[in-house]
């Protein structure tokens, strides 16, 4: 059949744009668009490609694995080569994958195992007698580079294999990614140190990992899990793939806590379902799961197609990331008056739910990122975090796109805006003047955390406001039933429901009592300091910002804030009407000053640089928590010093929260003991 001109242009079309997004992609770390339109691009491109086998040429994308190696690292071959994997979106693209290796091997009931597919990089780890001596990229498959030197500062991966009996020479396989906490951290920092920001842990992991200081890469937070194997003496290798990857457990290797056995399609799809429940709460990020055909002698039998094996798929989640167009940049004033632009988006789908705004943060951000109203945007919802901009398609931006300013006045109650020095927030002057400083305050005030007013949510507030029958948080307990009950959508029962959540509110903590209050920079941890190092409220408020400052937790821009917020009169006469109005608390008595780590459990391994490991000890003594020798369930934190010990092991195992060294340090100064 000869190919349409309007095809043949069209798969070229799609050919040039898939190279120039796996060069973005491998080679830059610098994608322009996300995981899910690339796919889309490829599956189109698949799809004529069948349609009229002709198109297909020796350099389509689709007859390659991934883009060729940067020059900057020395290229190392795989003898086995590194494939890739087929991927299935709905569960009927899993059902003929099952369906397919049940035809090829001529039986009813398959075993598989399931895993996370981690969003990372594929690495493969050549051990020769128990020692890690060669580690590289996947490259395009065939060819990878050499990236042994940042691979071995990785602290999980072992130098020496533990245990015994693995054989002379083979390799492992497995994904290098970074922790989303660590991907966190390590964003917060190059934002204040003007360095290169992270899309998304991905690209942080890779950026890391071809870093070409691997002293660079030692300080980044990067962590690995085995999936498989490459080389391998196959008279060794044991009858299943779990059996292998049990095996590479004893020997000290990573593998994921989440790789399961499960029984037909149906358990796959089971797995499948919980494990995307799971999703938002796991360390990592996982763009899906991976099934594999458990027996290795049933692997061999289904070999491979291409590039990918017909033993393997990869279901994946919806995705994480979209891409939308910016329709306007607001400015939203929080209950402190925080300034936030927020981006106004063409609705969206991303991982399951509809997206149509965006945080910008600050406006330094979006002068950073220049994102202006027009623009078309990548955007990114992941775990508990609120929707971001990630970064500006510039390719696409029309000429009359227009940059925001940050505003002169709150563009609420018209306030000046203010800045602090040295700070890139700017705020609204106008203090509880503002009305969205008092809605936000109100809010707080009102917040399951605080004094956990049930039922009186955002719109209730509003419609409080809008109808003038409370200005501040004290009138909210002058409220009646008739009052609320004239409310829109309310009647007496609901009216009646409030007042007594308001009146059960009334009985309260001192620490509740303060983080309600809203005082800057007063959080949770803070107002539990406070309540137990005063016990009272009288005394708090007369306390001077050198008292303050002496109280191990409170550094002095706090201290002021504190002292600032208990001078103003209309915050004196707020306290005194909430009191009068019953708002009460039992004051904790003076012996059991709690600390802020009581009865917790700490296990030291390795050599810490910055303090012996006594003075470590002192240190947390003095916060309450206690250090002991072994890792168990029990233990809370596992501080990692250089050359750590098989605790390390242990506490990974059991998942127990692991700090390294600077963690530790800066765990250590959120308590104000060093
Ligand atoms: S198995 C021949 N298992 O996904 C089978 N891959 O699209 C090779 N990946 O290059 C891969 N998690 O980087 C496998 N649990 C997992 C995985 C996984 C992530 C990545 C890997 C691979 C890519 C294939």
Known sequence: MAVPESIRKRAEELRKEIEYHNYRYYVLDEPVISDAEYDALMAELRRLENQYPELVTPDSPTQRIGAP????????????????????????????????????????????????????????????????????TRGD???????????????????????????????????????????????????????????????????????LDPKITARRPLDFFCYGHGIYPPEQLPKKHHLLLAQFQEWGIPISPELEVVQTVAGCLRYYRRLLEKRESLPYEADGVVYKVNRFDWQEQLGYIARAPRWAIAHKFPAHEATTVVEDIEVQVGRTGILTPVAKLRPVQVGGVTVSSATLHNFEEVKRKDVRVGDTVIVRRAGDVIPEVVKVIKEKRPLDAKPVEPPDHCPVCGADVVSEPGETLIRCSGGLFCPAQRKGSIKHFASRRA??????????????????????????????????????????????????????????????????????????????????????????????????????????????????????????????????????????????SPKPLDGKTFVFTGTLSSMTRDEAKKHIEALGARATNTVSKNTDYVVVGENPGSKFHKAQQLDITILDEQQFLDFLQQFGAI
């Open 69 to 136: 190696p940067s020059q900057a690292f020395a290229p190392v071959r795989h003898e086995v080569p590194m494939l890739s994997l087929e991927n299935a979106f709905t569960d009927e693209d899993v059902l003929d994958f099952d369906r397919r290796v049940r035809e090829r091997l001529g039986v009813e009931h398959v075993e598989y195992t399931a895993e996370p597919k981690l969003d990372g990089l594929a690495v493969s780890i050549l051990y020769e007698h128990g020692y890690l001596s060669l580690a590289a």
């Open 141 to 211: 498959g065939y060819t990878g580079e050499n990236v042994t030197a940042n691979v071995k500062t990785i602290r999980t991966i072992p130098l020496k294999l533990h245990g015994s009996g693995w054989p002379e020479r083979f390799e492992i396989r497995g994904e290098v990614f970074m922790p989303i906490e660590g991907f966190k951290q390590l964003n917060e920092w190059a934002l204040k140190h003007g360095e290169k920001i992270f899309a998304n842990p991905r690209n942080a992991a890779a950026g890391s990992l071809r870093q």
């Open 451 to 592: 004094m956990d007013i049930e039922g009186l949510g955002d719109k209730l507030i509003d419609q409080l406001l809008d109808k003038g029958l409370i200005k501040t948080v004290a009138d909210l307990y002058d409220l009646t039933v008739d009052q609320v009950a004239n409310l829109e959508r309310m009647g007496k029962k609901s009216a009646q429901n409030l007042i007594n959540a308001l009146e059960k509110s009334k009985n309260t903590t001192l620490a509740r009592f303060l983080y309600a209050l809203g005082i800057r920079e007063v959080g949770e941890v803070t107002a539990q300091i406070l309540a137990d190092h005063f016990r009272s409220l009288e005394k708090l408020m007369s306390a001077t910002e050198e008292d303050l400052e002496s109280i191990p937790g409170i550094g002095p821009i706090v201290a002021k804030h504190i002292v600032t917020f208990f001078r103003q009169p209309h915050n004196i006469e707020i306290i005194q009407r909430l009191k009068k109005a019953g708002v009460h608390w039992k004051e904790p008595e003076e012996a059991t």
